[in-house]
């Protein structure tokens, strides 16, 4: 088991850059293999994937995305984090984070709502 929280504000203004972070109690996100990425849900809607961060700390993202995605880590704190610049209620969303293991084996967070309203 890799237990996985997201934590942040549950509410963003339009314009404004929405900030989150997940942290990893009890593990490392320097485990080798390991990749670390943010997805998120819009309500109705099905899963996107928005990029990743791996053991490295080398990034991918989503292309649609990418000109206003940033991930990034805290190794000392076991956590990594999701900026999204220029936000509009379009991108109003459950929030994940998730794991893939070595194995190929994935664990989720519990996700976290948040909402994009002036």
């Known amino acids: 088991q890799v237990p996985l929280q997201e934590s942040g504000p549950g509410l963003v203004k339009p314009s404004q850059t929405l900030s989150l972070t997940c942290t990893v109690p009890?593990?490392?996100?320097?485990?080798?293999?390991?990749?670390w990425s943010w997805i998120r849900q819009p309500p109705g809607k099905g899963l996107e994937w928005m990029g990743v961060?791996?053991?490295?700390?080398?990034?991918y993202y989503s292309p649609s995305l990418k000109s206003r995605t940033s991930i990034s880590r805290d190794t000392s704190k076991n956590q990594f984090s999701l900026q999204l610049s220029s936000v509009t209620p379009e991108d109003t969303a459950v929030y994940y984070c998730?794991?893939?293991?070595?194995?190929?084996?994935?664990?989720w967070g519990k996700g976290t709502l948040v909402t994009v309203s002036s």
């Open positions: 961060i791996a053991y490295d700390g080398s990034t």
């Open positions: 009890g593990g490392s996100i320097t485990t080798t293999y390991y990749a």
């Open positions: 998730r794991v893939v293991t070595a194995a190929g084996v994935y664990y």
